[in-house]
């Protein structure tokens, strides 16, 4: 199922991201934490691409396996800056070959001391671009990646809802957040995000924080606002580790709670390939999510 129609039949729908392993790492560990995230139910699960295409391969392998073994819509992360058209087309002849409907599009980032050359006709430097390649071949639901604080080369956060608009207008049927910490914000991005005719489902990406490690390259990566809320619980227990990940999977639950309750279209859960603390949020939110089912469904 294309997961635009799936937000549309299950709102909110709850969803996980999983990563394939380094490049001499098992794919076992990969299966076993779905072995365990299956029995939550989950309205689909996305497949992390590595920086330059590197995981490509075993990307589409999970991909293909959480769609025909695991049964659930699964939702294959592609990159386009480090990939000629051929590249792309060739993953996306795989995927299509193994059932896999919906394409999470994405520019990517350079690696370190590249010289890309992007006036090879050969060549995408914007995820729109990719987009725009996706949809005239037909055949996939199609994401694209949002920015409630902005994406960090954008000028404001309205230079960066232009863009986005223009990843709706050439094609993005749904788009899934980057991590945030404060709901307020998304709340504001999403009045922003209407107001300029973004109408598109939008699914709020949350990040349950268990260790000082997580935080240190969150901030590294994507300058995100840290609320004073969190400040605090960050500064208590940071040489805590187990008080730090009791309270950030805590910090999670009430952020997916508010979601829940605002009335959001889906939370998607950036696992870290870990099962247990998705397991413990699923756990506390089991009845609001009979709750809203059963709203749905009156």
């Given at each position: 199922m294309?997961i635009?129609e ?5 709102k909110?729908?709850i969803?996980?991201?999983?990563f ?6 098992s794919?076992d ?9 299956k029995?939550?139910?989950p ?59 919906n ?34 071949r ?6 694209a990646?949002?920015y ?5 080369e954008?000028?404001?956060?309205w230079d960066?809802i ?28 999403m009045?922003?995000?209407?107001s300029?005719?973004?109408?598109v ?10 260790n000082?490690k ?12 840290f ?36 009335g ?8 870290m ?16 999510r009979?709750?809203?089912g ?5």
């Amino acid at each position: 199922m294309y997961i635009s129609e799936k937000v549309k039949k299950a709102k909110p729908t709850i969803s996980f991201e999983i990563f394939p392993p380094k490049k001499d790492g098992s794919l076992d560990t990969i299966y076993s934490t779905l072995d365990e995230l299956k029995g939550l139910h989950p309205d689909f699960i996305s497949v992390t691409y590595g920086a330059g295409g590197s995981t490509r391969g075993t990307t589409v392998e999970i991909s293909s396996k959480v769609q025909n073994h695991y049964k659930l819509p699964a939702l294959a992360h592609l990159t386009c800056l480090t990939s000629e058209k051929s590249e792309i087309d060739g993953v996306l002849d795989r995927l299509e070959e193994n059932g896999v409907k919906n394409i999470l599009a994405l520019r990517g980032d350079a690696p370190q001391n590249s010289c890309l050359d992007f006036s090879n006709e050969f060549r995408y430097e914007h995820s729109t671009d990719l987009i725009r390649h996706i949809k005239d071949r037909g055949g996939f639901c199609i994401g694209a990646a949002c920015y409630p604080e902005k994406h960090s080369e954008s000028k404001n956060v309205w230079d960066d809802i232009v863009h986005l608009r223009e990843k709706v207008d050439c094609g993005a049927d749904f788009l899934i957040t980057q991590l945030f910490f404060d709901n307020e914000i998304f709340y504001k991005f999403m009045e922003k995000s209407k107001s300029m005719g973004i109408d598109v489902p939008v699914i709020a990406g949350i990040l349950p924080v268990v260790n000082k490690k997580q935080i240190d390259r969150i901030v590294s990566l994507t300058g995100c606002t840290f609320p004073k809320k969190f400040t605090r619980i960050i500064e208590r227990y940071e040489h805590k580790p187990e008080a730090l990940k009791e309270a950030g999977i805590a910090y999670a639950t009430e952020q997916i709670i508010d979601l829940l309750s605002w009335g959001v279209d889906g939370v998607h859960i950036y696992t870290m390939n870990k099962s247990q603390e998705t397991i413990n949020i699923l756990k506390s939110i089991s009845t609001i999510r009979n709750v809203l089912g059963e709203v749905e469904a009156s």
